[in-house]
DNA sequence: ATACGTGCAAAGGTTTTGCGGTTCC
DNA sequence: GGAACCGCAAAACCTTTGCACGTAT
């Protein structure tokens, strides 16, 4: 039922869905087209752009708005939570087991959920031992 | 532990508040801005993205990014869930009952957690029942 | 009186887009 | 060969910021 949103298979896209399938780092634009460039040195920042959404319509990677400056992106598109630590702003992947309750309780109040994204604003593990030696 | 803030009281940023907290649309800026020019047509653009966000980093509003297009706001800063209808864009609020639960699992995995944000892509109710009509 | 906050406008940063050339099919 | 895609640069947007003036305390 999703129409064809690639009429065509470029190196550029091949490249791109490449660095943010490799990578746990959830870059942003910015980061894969440095990325890019080592591979493909001619590549343009607007092809990144391009192709990055058309990936996420897609489903093939996931757009994240955690950050609230710089949208990132996610190589696996399966339901998992995220932490962005407010110390040292890593964005951490989260295992979740009991997500589908959550969406079982949406769906019974009549909405459709085609994508599920749970975010969590804190301290990564590192930086919450820290805070614990100088603590306060 | 909070510094102050605000170190004194005045009229916009009455008004802003004002106008988050008693809507439902989990407004913009821009939507923002242009309530409240009918009340205080002198008001800056400027001066709502400056205190909309310091009421944020208060905690007396919450910042949504789920539109990722633009910033939203929202009154309620009780945890709740969050959908943005990916037909007619509205953002609805979800009552959750069980999102403590998932904050324990990653709370025992070592991380602190300030604050939680669940969202939703799919169809509101609205939409979805639409969508039954002229199913495919 | 004084320093904090506002209004205005310019600047900053991210993302989109128009266009001519290139490449995939 | 022709449509789809790219590279480049300009434009569009959202948001922040500098500065002079106004205002709460």
New binding site residues.
Partial sequence: MKEAI????????EVILDIVRNTKCHP???NIYDEAREI?P??????V???I?LLSQAGMVLELSIDH???RYDGSTHTHGHLLCENCGAVTDIELTSVSELEQQVKQQGYKINNTIVEFYGLCTKCNIKKDNHSN
């Fill in positions: 690639f009429k065509r298979k470029t190196n550029q896209r942003c634009v910015d493909m001619r590549i343009s920042k607007g092809t752009y391009r192709n959404k400056n710089v949208l």
